[in-house]
């Protein structure tokens, strides 16, 4: 079904409650004033034009082009609203028609274009050219909007303010790091460059060697790369070159409570980079673990002690460490110890 066939469909009186926007969604701004005159207008004068819906089976509409006019009487309290119901078509179809018609209405700003063409490369697997002429859009167009949500967040700001024009997209695009992008687009916004001019002046400064610009003092993308790509090498070779069953109990604590304070760095890192999750360390705190450091390790042998982890009649080591506050290899190890004394001795 095309867009402009759906003006000939028969309206029917729906529930506003009946209807979600969870599947095509394109619309994420909305502004407080224009919804109000919007539901004023449509307790004035009757809707005008009915928004189109998807029938769910189970007495619920999936809206597919409206989310204005629907917000609108939910705003105004209206508890039905007229509809033209659809059946029997794919997501990727409800969404390539709530596309065209806001593409052609132009309700959406450039980021929601840009989510939602990124949605259906992602989600439906189709490529620039498909999403062109799906959309009755030129590829240089589809590619363009897709090329800004890959910039940082301050460029991104600047284009949203309208401070920097959509024009300038692919030219700070084509830069290759986050820092370039963003000093040469704060350079076009202060010096009111056009975007051949900011070309000009990329092309300028790449040509006769100038150093990549930076917005800041921070670390850089590539800095951070190199030092962690360092790091992990470095940690590779630490089992080789260790004699792990050499350690005593302490010094496995120790390098243990090392281990557990990298990896809460590394989840930090990861979720402040890629947005990942961060799930709680579980720490085991039996006697032994690497992470828990015995209560008397590295602590002198008392002679009790001594005598009973030489006793005949005397428990397993595992109880022995619990009673003593030792881990059974450190037990096991003294006890060794002692009978490598005793037999010099004899």
Do not use: C
Not at 52 to 60: E, I, K, R, T, Y
Not at 142 to 170: D, M, N, Y
């Amino acid at each position: 079904m095309s867009v402009q066939s759906i003006a000939t469909r028969r309206f029917e009186s729906i529930p506003v409650a009946s209807v979600f926007e969870d599947l095509v969604q394109l619309r994420t701004e909305y502004d407080e004033e224009p919804l109000g005159e919007l539901g004023d207008s449509m307790t004035d004068e009757g809707l005008l034009q009915p928004i189109l819906v998807a029938a769910l089976g189970d007495g619920n509409f999936e809206l597919i082009i409206g989310s204005r006019r629907l917000r609108a009487a939910k705003r105004n309290g209206h508890t039905t609203i007229e509809a033209i119901v659809i059946e029997g078509k794919s997501p990727l179809n409800y969404i390539l028609m709530a596309l065209a018609e806001n593409l052609h209405r132009e309700d959406l700003n450039a980021f929601e274009e840009a989510r939602a063409f990124l949605r259906l490369m992602k989600d439906y697997g189709l490529g620039v050219e498909q999403v062109a002429e799906k959309t009755k859009k030129g590829s240089q167009y589809v590619t363009s909007r897709i090329q800004l949500l890959s910039l940082p967040e301050e460029v991104q700001a600047l284009i949203a303010s309208k401070s920097l024009g959509l024009g300038f997209v692919s030219v700070l695009a084509k830069l290759p790091t986050g820092d370039e992008q963003v000093w040469f687009a704060k350079k076009a916004t202060s010096d009111r460059l056009t975007p051949p001019e900011l070309r000009a002046l990329i092309n300028r400064e790449q040509g006769a060697g100038v150093a990549p610009r930076s917005s800041t003092t921070q670390l850089s993308a590539e800095k951070i790369r190199l030092r962690i790509e360092m790091f992990t090498t470095w940690l590779v070779k630490v089992p080789r070159k260790t004699v792990v069953k050499r350690l005593n109990a302490t010094e496995r604590g120790i390098i243990g409570q090392a281990l557990y304070a990298l990896e809460i760095e590394i989840r930090t890192l990861r979720h402040a980079f890629t947005g990942e999750r961060i799930e709680p360390v579980k720490r085991a705190m039996s006697p032994g673990n690497l992470v828990e450091v015995p209560r008397n390790a590295g602590a002198e042998w008392p002679a009790g002690d001594l005598d009973k982890i030489m006793a005949s009649d005397r428990p397993s080591d595992e109880e022995l460490g619990r009673l003593l506050g030792r881990t059974p290899a450190a037990i096991r190890a003294m006890r060794s110890s002692l009978k490598s004394t005793t037999r010099k001795a004899g």
